[in-house]
Nanobody, 133 residues
Framework: QVELVETGGGLVQAGGSLRFSCASS????????VAWFRQLPGEEQEFAST?????????????YYSDSVKGRFTISRDNAQNAIYLQMNNLRTEETGVYYC?????????????????????WGQGTQVTVDS
């Protein structure tokens, strides 16, 4: 069983950077696809980024980002640490909210499934980010 614990939230000035970590205290994340979602005030939880693990093992992992974060956020993983990360640069005030990591061992035929929160089986507790002007 995968249990995810997030660290790294906090207060940052607009234009600044933060790095989230999400570690599994249970099973390995090595053969899981992982993602970051966020919930901004007054809005539904939304997809931010995913790193898709391919079952064939021979294909490098693919990363995808929502249009709103592309070019500023970077998702990555460290299998030795059994953790995933989200580097967020040039943060905006409207990105204040709660950020969640997620993981799933399931393999989907279409990449679009990885953008959906219902596709993930394990979730972090959520961490607050406040971007101050």
């Amino acid at each position: 069983q995968v249990e995810l614990v997030e660290t790294g939230g906090g207060l940052v000035q607009a234009g600044g950077s933060l790095r989230f970590s999400c570690a599994s205290s249970g099973d390995t994340l090595t053969k899981s696809s992982v993602a970051w979602f966020r919930q901004l005030p007054g809005e539904e939880q939304e997809f931010a980024s995913t790193l898709i693990w391919h079952a064939d093992g021979a294909t490098s992992e693919n990363t995808y980002y929502s249009d709103s974060v592309k070019g500023r956020f970077t998702i990555s993983r460290d299998n030795a640490q059994n953790a995933i990360y989200l580097q967020m640069n040039n943060l905006r005030t409207e990105e204040t909210g709660v950020y969640y990591c997620a993981a799933t061992p399931l393999v989907y035929k279409s990449n679009s499934f990885y953008y959906r929160k219902g596709s993930y089986r394990a979730w972090g507790q959520g961490t607050q980010v406040t971007v101050d002007s």
